[in-house]
């Protein structure tokens, strides 16, 4: 069964510090891999997106991960802002169909405090 | 930021009400998307479209209808209103080629009483 997987469910992290948010797939045959920033009641905005051959990918202070053999990804936040309290979204696509089939996590609730 | 709109972005309406949830996009794109969201779950497709006169279902079941008469234009209906059709409802547009990008509008806050 295609399934996309995020941890931690929720983070709460001081203004200024780092983190890193998890994403373990299991989608097959893989086409690319993306990351969402969603506000409350706003719809998601994309940070990156990841194919098969990329390893690394950074967008201003975030950087994203794709190990394809593992099957896991990592998004990385540099210097936190309050403006990074949101949900991220970890999106899979695959390739075995014309529409290109998005597999969503649940998301990792981040929570920067002052 | 995308030019996808979607009105309203809060609706509160009585069970048995006809609704129809507006989206729209200036980006020329063919690929169209509406897409239910539970607070703290995922994402789940209930419809799509390839391009006008395009409509289909998508993984989650929806008593929803939609329809693609212009490309710009994919609106969702709800022909009774219940409950259980509380939720966030996001609508996205992509161009459909390579690595795509889906970009989603705001959404709306149904919430049915």
């Known amino acids: 069964k295609n399934q996309v997987e995020q941890s931690p469910q929720s983070l709460i992290i001081l203004e200024g510090k780092n983190c890193t948010l998890q994403?373990?797939?299991?989608?097959?045959?893989?086409?690319?891999l993306r990351w969402y920033k969603q506000d409350t009641g706003r719809g998601p905005v994309s940070l990156t997106i990841?194919?098969?051959?990329?390893n690394t990918k950074s967008n201003r202070r975030y950087t994203a991960t794709l190990d394809a053999d593992t099957k896991q990804s990592s998004l990385h936040i540099t210097a936190s802002q309050l403006s990074d309290s949101a949900s991220y979204i970890c999106?899979?696509?695959?390739?075995?169909?014309?529409?290109?089939?998005?597999?969503f996590g649940r998301g990792t609730q981040l929570t920067v405090w002052p | 930021e995308a030019d996808i709109y979607q009105t309203p972005r809060y609706l509160v309406i009585g069970t048995g009400k006809k609704i129809t949830l507006e989206c729209s996009q200036t980006?020329?794109?063919?690929?169209m998307y509406w897409y239910q969201q539970d607070p703290g779950m995922e994402l789940h497709l209930i419809h799509y479209?390839?391009?006008?006169?395009?409509?289909e279902k998508g993984d989650l079941s929806s008593e929803s209808t939609v329809s693609r008469i212009r490309t710009e234009h994919f609106p969702l209906t709800l022909e009774s209103a219940r409950p259980s059709h509380t939720s966030q409802y996001l609508c996205a547009s992509s161009t459909g080629t390579g690595a795509w990008e889906q970009y989603f509008g705001p959404g709306t806050r149904l919430t049915v009483t």
């Open positions: 994403c373990n797939y299991t989608v097959s045959p893989f086409s690319n």
């Open positions: 999106v899979v696509s695959d390739r075995g169909s014309t529409l290109g089939r998005l597999y």
């Open positions: 479209s390839y391009g006008v006169n395009s409509t």
């Open positions: 990841m194919t098969f051959s990329e």
């Open positions: 980006m020329g794109h063919d690929k």
